[in-house]
């Protein structure tokens, strides 16, 4: 239910789209009101997003040390997991956001019968599953996106034409095909099934779980047909989204409403991710347990908001404890 | 032992039938721990004192109590970025699930740390997020009700607050962290465990967890020094409250009064001893743990305010602290923020070696596995590591010190030098990645023996394989609360391994000036002869 629920919501979302790029408002629809609306909402809800976090302070320093801390000069410390400078922290969350290192540690636990007849076995196997999907699936996002830009720059800059050279590298026949298209679907087709099928992972997940996945699937399957299938004119969708970037907006004019589909999707992802989990890409870098010093012993960190507290004194404790202490031999302040 | 759990097992994935979302309301016996008693929050001006308890319907909570949790919730998420951040940034990639050692050891889905976290999350969404209260369960949120706090009351008492899922987590997400601040929550309704709050009143009033007093305190020391005397013919000094020493020594009381943390405490004095140190004891601060760690930030700091007040009465230059793995995340991440800056104190220099602690060169504590490992270093411990030989040692990373610290290889330099044969248990179960005891954050009462003996297993699996490979027969250890529950867990799992303190070894292998022929180690065991 918690993985079908949104399927018929992105299901209904595009059959908006295609059914909405008949009505006679389509233009102003499609073309004006939902791409900056949806702009609008990204931006601003981001902002605010980012500020509400930014905006709290860190009182403490919490850092997860990963590593040998820095302490004797002749012990090697671990300058990435458990950094002690700021360059040491500038790579490790670098490494992060690149590279997922934390979910490179990725194991899991198995239960395993003994051979001998003994007690059955905790093992821990490798699982870089979760990681190699996520990296394709980011990056192939990102190789997507930055091939987008195309539409929105004119005239279009060499690295993008470098981009989409190196990304079409592989033919079918004498068509050029994207890579990061193909591996985009796959990689979040992966995100979607291991969540299915992996039954703890299904247990915990929830509707807002599936529902990106099916939108950036949608969007991915509407953006490969336009593309291999229906062939659209992709000077069109550059006039269009050019318009857009221009403040001149026009509706778009002879394409299809499969573009409207993508459209869609596309519109409702922006508007939808700064309210829902998606913001974890910004969330990493203001991550305390990843962003501050590992040797906090080394330099103090203030607490905005530290206040004075009831304490125990010693002079209280020595008053109830006096005459025992003397009677022990233990110095006191007071002799009475 | 009331474990119900047949030995041995294999542990499935075992979720209620019903969605998650649906509050489970009732305690799992041998889980949960008793409540605190009154005179507790007493003692300490905390809300709510009363009689109540857990398996009872009624917790006899304040009319208020949700406006009072969801105005505390609201406050804390203005005050730390970090829960603000972990309630938003979770994507639920499931990477901390069995990272956990309660999930390994319970299959209960909810002892995975993402969900956990979401049941503090789903309120969060349900009642502080427009979608969560137009949308409710459909987003994952959920109203606070009496089902959903006592649910809380259940699983952040099932944390040990060790902090392994945020070493694998993508965004270091931090259950501990949610733990902490969800264990502030219920503590403002009146919802504590006894096991946490019995002793932080204690220390409170007399400096140290367990109540010794001053002159209790002086006892057992004068009591060690019998003992070492009768080992090494050599009859030390030991200062307590002395002005005008240059460190302060602060350890956990727990090693005041159990075996096998006594031997450790030993094998501190006699380092002490020979090392020269200029050091005392204080009986006020004669705590470095801190169990106000495990109910709120407020009683943690009320708690480590003695350790510099302390050092600044008695005028010492710097503090070095003893095998204690709580006390040394409050020490190393905390005390400096909540109580310094220490300014009254110096920069840490060893006298001995000339040594500058750097790394501690603002808080101005030194752990002491760093300074013994320095004297080591510079040639200025003489050692006999053959003492140790009927020991074939393993090395258990308590979680505090790997994941809030990184104090890795002093302990293991020392363990090297101190014992001939000492033998690392799977890479994945040490250092950060290493299995909490299962009894942290005060769980190590006996009401929760069940989930104790559960939450053990990764150790105890992980002990049994280096006494299969390399006959492994002690599982050294520098936390006060593993000396405490490893044996219970050992008993329980891999029957033949004892457990020591890092120290204790220390203790064996030092040769003193002026000591007599040892003929047993400071536990009175023979020498030779030992299993190997």
């Known amino acids: 239910m918690k993985a079908v629920a949104p399927l018929l919501a992105v299901v209904g979302l595009a059959l908006a789209g295609w059914l909405g790029a008949g009505l006679s408002g389509a233009g102003l629809l499609f073309g004006l009101l939902l791409p900056y609306g949806a702009a609008l909402t990204f931006l601003a809800g981001i902002t605010w997003r980012i500020l509400s976090w930014a905006r709290a302070p860190v009182p403490f320093n919490i850092t997860t040390t990963c590593g040998q801390q820095y302490s004797l000069p002749w012990i090697r410390s671990d300058r990435l997991g458990n950094p002690h400078t700021r360059w040491g922290v500038a790579g490790r969350l670098t490494l992060e956001i690149l590279s997922f290192r934390s979910l490179l540690r990725n194991v899991r636990h198995e239960w395993v019968d003994d051979a001998g007849g003994a007690a059955p076995r905790l093992v821990f196997r490798a699982s870089l599953g979760l990681w190699f999907g996520a990296l394709v699936f980011h990056y192939s996002l990102l190789v997507v996106l930055l091939r987008h830009a195309r539409f929105f720059l004119d005239p279009t800059p060499g690295c993008l034409n470098g981009l989409e050279w190196l990304d079409s590298f592989f033919r079918v026949g004498a068509m050029p095909v994207f890579l990061s298209g193909i591996t985009l679907l796959a990689g979040a087709l992966f995100l979607l099934l291991r969540r299915i099928w992996t039954p703890w992972l299904r247990y915990l997940s929830l509707p807002a779980d599936f529902f990106p996945l099916y939108l950036l699937l949608g969007i991915a399957l509407t953006g490969c047909m336009m593309r291999y299938s229906s062939r659209v004119d992709v000077d069109a969708v550059k006039h269009f989204c050019l318009g857009l970037v221009r403040l001149h907006p026009a509706a778009p004019a002879g394409i299809g409403p499969l573009l409207y589909v993508h459209l869609t999707l596309v519109c409702v992802l922006f508007a939808y991710l700064p309210f829902s989990k998606l913001v974890h890409m910004a969330g990493l870098p203001l991550s305390p347990t990843r962003n501050l010093l590992g040797a906090s012993r080394m330099a103090r960190h203030e607490n905005p908001w530290n206040y004075p507290v009831k304490v125990h004194s010693y002079e209280e404790y020595e008053d109830e404890y006096r005459d025992k202490m003397k009677a022990a031999g233990i110095p006191v302040e007071k002799d009475s | ?137 459909l987003v994952g949120g959920r109203r606070l009700t009496p089902e959903v706090l006592k649910e809380w009351f259940y699983y952040f008492y099932q944390c040990t607050e060790c902090r392994r899922c945020s070493v694998f987590c993508p965004f270091g997400i931090d259950q501990a962290e949610i733990t902490m601040l969800g264990r502030e929550l219920l ?84 380092m002490l001893h020979q090392s020269g140190l200029n050091y005392t004891w204080s009986t006020y601060a004669s705590e470095g743990g801190n169990f106000g760690l495990f109910a709120s930030q407020e009683l943690m700091k009320r708690l480590n305010a003695k350790i510099y007040a302390e050092a600044r009465r ?68 003489k050692l006999a590591p053959a003492r140790n030989d009927r020991y074939r040692v393993t090395f258990h990373d308590s979680c505090n010190p790997a994941r809030s610290m990184g104090l890795l290889e002093e302990p293991r330099y020392i363990l090297k030098n101190v014992c001939s044969h000492f033998y690392e248990m799977p890479a994945e179960t040490i250092r950060e990645k290493t299995f909490c005891c299962g009894c942290g954050a005060g769980l190590g009462n006996e009401e929760c023996m069940d989930l104790r003996m559960r939450g053990g297993i990764p150790r105890a699996q992980a002990v049994r394989s280096v006494r299969e490979k390399h006959g492994v027969n002690l599982l050294s250890c520098m936390c006060a609360i593993d000396r405490a529950v490893l044996p219970t867990l050992m008993e329980y799992w891999v029957p033949e391994v004892g457990v020591a303190g890092l120290h204790e070894l220390v203790g064996n292998a030092l040769v003193l000036e002026g000591e007599k022929e040892r003929t047993t180690n400071l536990r009175g065991e023979p020498l030779e002869g030992g299993e190997a």
Not at chain 2, 208 to 218: D, E, R, V, Y
Not at chain 2, 318 to 330: D, F, T, Y
Request: proline residues 7%; glycine residues 8%; neutral net charge.
């Open chain 2, 314 to 381: 008695l005028g010492v230059k710097w503090i070095l602290g003893g095998e204690c793995g709580h006390m040394w995340r409050v020490v190393h991440q905390y005390m400096d923020t909540m109580n310094g800056p220490a300014d009254f104190l110096q920069e840490p220099v060893s006298p001995i070696t000339g040594t500058r602690f750097t790394n501690a060169r603002s808080t101005r504590m030194v752990h002491v596995a760093e300074f013994t490992a320095d004297l080591i270093h510079h040639g200025k411990l």
């Open chain 2, 187 to 270: 503590n403002l309704v009146g919802l504590n465990i006894n096991w946490v709050l019995d002793p932080a009143a204690k220390c409170f009033m007399t400096g140290n967890h367990l109540g010794i007093t001053p002159h209790a305190f002086k006892a057992n020391m004068d009591f060690f020094v019998d003992s070492i005397e009768e080992v090494t013919g050599v009859r030390l000094d030991v200062p307590i409250n002395k002005k005008g020493a240059d460190v302060l020594f602060v350890a956990p009381s727990g090693d005041l009064v159990a075996e096998p943390g006594v031997y450790t405490l030993m094998g501190y004095l006699l």
């Open chain 2, 1 to 137: 032992m009331s474990a119900n759990l047949e030995k041995p097992g294999k542990v499935a994935f075992n979720p209620s039938p019903r969605d998650w979302l649906e509050p489970n309301a009732k305690g799992t016996p041998g889980r949960w721990s008793y409540s605190a008693k009154p005179k507790a929050l007493q003692t300490l001006d905390l809300p709510n004192p009363r009689e109540w308890s857990p398996d009872q319907v009624d917790w006899k909570l304040p009319d208020n109590w949700k406006e009072i949790i969801l105005h505390g919730l609201k406050e804390r998420l203005d005050k730390y970025r970090s829960l603000r951040l972990f309630m938003d940034a979770c994507v639920r990639c499931g990477a901390c699930a069995d990272k956990c050692h309660f999930y390994i050891g319970t299959g209960d889905p909810k002892n995975m740390p993402v969900l956990r976290a979401e049941l503090l999350r789903s309120v969060y969404r349900g009642e502080m997020t427009m979608a969560g209260r137009l949308l409710g369960l």
